[in-house]
């Protein structure tokens, strides 16, 4: 793959210097273009060391309107980023829609790196890669233009550049050290007691730098063979990638820039239909034939008061000891509140809250999408409120408003809430795969009792609050959120991530049950 694109080709400097000028107008004039499209541009650069890729990136911060361009640059993970599953770090720096972002190192870097060095195997190599290939894809089926791009350099290139990186940092290393002038004796004196241990940290300095030359360049073949298959298990259609020789640095600049430049005329040229303004068209009523999901769940089951809070002083006790046995373990929980309106949410979330340390969880109550939300993928919102290591995030509604609400009400179109099954699975599993308790409730209540409680919520002065001309708008729909409720349910209903169907129309039934869930799955989730 990578002997193809060998050519040793170059662009001569006055050819270079009349042709920037036109791409320079063309791109800012696309860019322009794009600020009043809905079409969020991902620019991967990754490639060989040393093949000049901060170059590119410079140079394309020259070329574009700073003002709708941002980069971000992935060096060693953080201890905010490791306490969250891998990706948090790439969905926080997605650049909203009309916008460019630049990714200087992406979701490529690490498995490559880490296969190469055969910290990983094969079968986990193509895991993480499929993985990739299918987060790719449901950004760009949302409407982004990903352009990934690849700078290569033959072997010897990459020895020689590498050697003069070297030599660079060991002049810059001498200037520094002539640049400081005269001392005080007081100073030198110090300064010779440490001179043997500062010419030891040098050294220690220069060893690290050759060590990672002799990587780069022990490995090469290793390095390329690895970079090769990555490329061809996540070269999609909707992701494709260009392969750019990098040994002269004319020709590697221009072409990116022409690459970047058809890439927005095409995108632009097809005329995408605006994702943040869906047609606001109901879903037709649905037709259920036979039992649904919910049909299975026992809403006569009534529970006794005094037996209720026998049982709710003892599940506090337990809670409150696993919820602080999982802060010092580092282990998060994510709780997923989803019911009917009026369904007792509220309540349950409540004596849930009221079994923890306040310092331990956050409830996170999930309302119509802001502007900025509206400008990124749905799910952007959720990671980027994902827990620290050892806190409980508790969601009143979640993001299966994508195939609830927006299904219903036709805030998404049938091709987004379709998808959104795989997509909230995907995301899921990545979160319980980082060891993320993940616990879901669907708050079960009959129509009748839904009718009783609107009525009483408008009778009680401080209930009122709690009724709206939506919610009676919604209930007039009970049928089509039952069928959506019923596909949700049977599609995302996953081993790791399983539904808990609560029976509500007993309030202290669905409190209790709430909180043995919730203690069962955080008591598993710690043995595990």
């Not at 309107?65 to 306490?83: I, K, S």
């Not at 992406?106 to 055969?118: D, L």
């Not at 290591?389 to 993001?399: F, K, L, M, N, P």
């Amino acid at each position: 793959m990578f002997e193809a694109i060998e050519l040793g080709r170059s662009v001569e400097k006055a050819t270079f210097e009349v042709e920037v000028e036109q791409l320079r107008a063309d791109l800012i004039e696309a860019q322009r273009a794009l600020r009043g499209s809905e079409v969020p541009v991902i620019v991967i650069v990754s490639g060989v060391e040393g093949a000049g890729k901060s170059a590119v990136v410079n140079r394309f911060h020259g070329w574009l309107d700073t003002r709708g361009l941002r980069t971000a640059t992935f060096f060693e993970e953080g201890e905010e980023e490791r306490e969250r599953p891998p990706y948090w770090r790439f969905w926080r720096s997605l650049p909203p829609r009309g916008t460019i972002g630049m990714l200087f190192g992406s979701w490529y870097t690490q498995p490559i790196v880490e296969r190469a060095f055969e910290r990983i195997d094969e079968a986990e190599f193509e895991h993480r890669l499929r993985r990739i290939s299918e987060f790719e894809t449901m950004l760009a089926r949302d409407g982004a233009l990903i352009v990934k791009l690849w700078f290569h350099l033959p072997r010897d290139i990459q020895t020689k550049r590498l050697r003069k990186q070297l030599q660079e940092e060991k002049e810059r290393e001498g200037k520094g050290k002539k640049g400081k002038g005269k001392k005080g004796k007081g100073k030198k004196e110090k300064e010779k007691k440490a001179k043997k241990g500062g010419k030891k940290e040098k050294r220690a300095e220069e060893d690290d730098l050759s060590a990672t030359l002799r990587d780069y360049a022990d490995n090469y073949e290793r390095f390329a063979s690895v970079s090769e298959r990555a490329i061809r298990l996540s070269d999609i259609g909707l992701a494709p990638w260009h392969l750019i020789e990098s040994t002269d640095k004319r020709y590697r600049d221009l072409t990116a820039g022409k690459i970047l430049l058809e890439a927005l005329r095409s995108r632009l040229a097809e005329g995408k239909v605006s994702h943040t303004t869906a047609p606001h068209t109901p879903a037709q009523t649905s037709e259920l034939s036979g039992k649904t999901v919910l049909d299975t769940v026992p809403l006569d089951y009534v529970l006794d008061r005094t037996d209720y809070e026998v049982r709710l002083k003892k599940l506090r006790k337990q809670i409150r000891a696993l919820s602080w046995r999982a802060h010092e373990e580092h282990r998060s929980t994510v709780v997923v509140f989803e019911g009917w309106d009026a369904g007792g949410k509220g309540g349950a979330i409540r004596r849930l809250t009221g079994s923890m340390d306040a310092r331990l969880y956050q409830v996170i109550p999930v309302a119509a999408p802001t502007d900025e939300e509206r400008a990124q993928h749905y799910l952007w919102r959720f990671w980027r409120y994902l827990p620290p290591a050892g806190a409980v995030h508790i969601y009143d509604r979640s993001w299966y408003g994508r195939v609830l609400v927006e299904r219903v009400e036709g805030f998404a179109r049938p091709d987004e809430w379709q998808r959104a099954y795989k997509e909230i699975n995907d995301f899921e599993e990545q979160l319980t795969e980082h060891g993320i308790v993940v616990v879901k409730f669907w708050l079960h209540i009959s129509k009748e009792e839904q009718l009783r409680r609107f009525e009483e919520r408008e009778r009680v002065a401080y209930k009122k609050h709690k009724i709206t001309e939506e919610d009676w708008r919604n209930r007039e729909r009970w049928d089509d959120y039952l069928a959506a409720v019923n596909d949700m349910v049977a599609r995302t209903s996953t081993g790791c991530a399983p539904w808990t169907l609560v029976a509500g129309n007993d309030k202290l039934a669905a409190r209790i049950q709430v909180l043995e869930t919730f203690a069962q799955r955080l008591e598993a989730g710690l043995k595990r």
